[in-house]
């Protein structure tokens, strides 16, 4: 296999990060990745099990894993120096508004500098991959029945006024990814963004993702999970580092990409379930609508043009989460 250099992946024990790291090391990359530091409270106080990266195929040879902290943005140098190229996935997922929203954007913005900065000063560093969110172009009070394209913001204020459940994590999102655009652009960085709608599909790293038992709430009827969307905007993690990886090597790639593969209403979202599953019996879909956000679809007719194509449906999407979760004890 062809040895495509070696790239940065940041927040490597994330759901996204995990499978972009198994996808590089299968393209031929080399790979540093960043976990966090191993939490003083640990009750167990030995490491952090990362076994479901470091026996990946190809990682004993290609991947090295470095411990990096978005509170200490220069942690990050280390894992960058020398690479061709990085991914920064990492990013704080917030929806219970632990933290406010000035403590997750500080922390988030300046990590993400950080990680720009250290891009540009070790001078091998060709193309940036930024992992952004729907929530980045979503959220705006002119959106109800728009094609949201790239260049959608969300209003910071509308977030604010809503009092949406996980307005910090929103908020940060956004904010995080307009200061790398002035960063990238200020710094001739050649930064693209990935911009995600609902991930969903199986996964490697031990904990369920909380975007895959969400979508899986009108199955499970589990009345914590976050509100959805009017309209659901799904996305296969392998698509997703599908996308990753492709704008990484289009030369022509720039700017901002939406990544959204298939849409469904949660009416219609609902009657797939209990006709595909009729062993579980579905929650209503009324019951999980937020109808304080607004109706609106999304476009990924750039990346589409591009020449990027979509490899897996809803199906493949439910029914892999599903053998995931079986397998793994959470359903």
């Not at 191993?38 to 990946?56: A, C, M």
């Not at 929203?101 to 560093?125: D, F």
């Not at 999970?225 to 720039?254: K, R, S, T």
Request: with cysteine; proline share 3%; net charge negative.
């Amino acid at each position: 296999m062809e040895e495509k250099g070696r790239v940065c992946v940041t927040g490597g024990t994330g759901f996204v990060a995990s499978w972009l790291t198994m996808r590089l090391l299968q393209h031929g990359y080399s790979v540093n990745t960043t976990v966090r530091p191993q939490s003083r409270s640990s009750v167990s106080g030995g490491k952090r099990d990362i076994s479901f990266l470091t026996s990946l195929p190809g990682a004993s040879e290609r991947l090295r894993v470095f411990t990096a902290d978005l509170e200490n943005p220069d942690s990050f140098a280390a894992a960058i120096e020398g690479c061709v190229g990085v991914f920064h996935v990492a990013h704080p997922l917030d929806f219970q508004n632990d933290e406010t929203e000035e403590t997750i954007t500080s922390k988030c913005v300046g990590a993400t500098l950080g990680i720009l900065k250290a891009c540009v000063e070790t001078k091998t560093v060709r193309r940036v991959v930024y992992t952004s969110s729907a929530s980045t172009v979503m959220f705006n009070d002119e959106a109800e029945g728009a094609v949201l394209d790239e260049g959608w913001w969300s209003d910071v204020d509308y977030i604010r006024n809503e009092k949406f459940r996980g307005a910090s994590y929103y908020i940060s999102k956004m904010l995080t990814e307009r200061a790398a655009r002035e960063f990238a652009d200020k710094h001739s960085l050649d930064l693209v963004t990935v911009i995600l709608t609902w991930i969903h599909g199986p996964f490697i790293c031990p904990n369920c993702p909380l975007s895959v038992s969400s979508a899986l709430s009108m199955m499970i009827r589990n009345e914590n999970q976050i509100q959805c969307l009017p309209n659901m905007p799904f996305v296969h993690v392998d698509d997703v580092a599908g996308a990753h990886i492709f704008l990484y090597e289009y030369p022509e790639a720039e700017g901002r990409y939406i990544c959204c593969a298939v849409e469904i209403t949660m009416n219609k979202l609902h009657e797939f379930l209990s006709t595909r599953y009729p062993e579980h019996k579905i929650s209503s879909a009324d019951s999980w609508t937020n109808k304080a956000i607004k109706l609106a679809s999304y476009s990924s007719k750039k990346l589409l043009d591009a020449g990027f194509k979509y490899k897996y449906g809803l199906e493949e999407m439910f029914d892999e989460a599903i053998q995931c979760c079986k397998e793994k004890g959470f359903l």
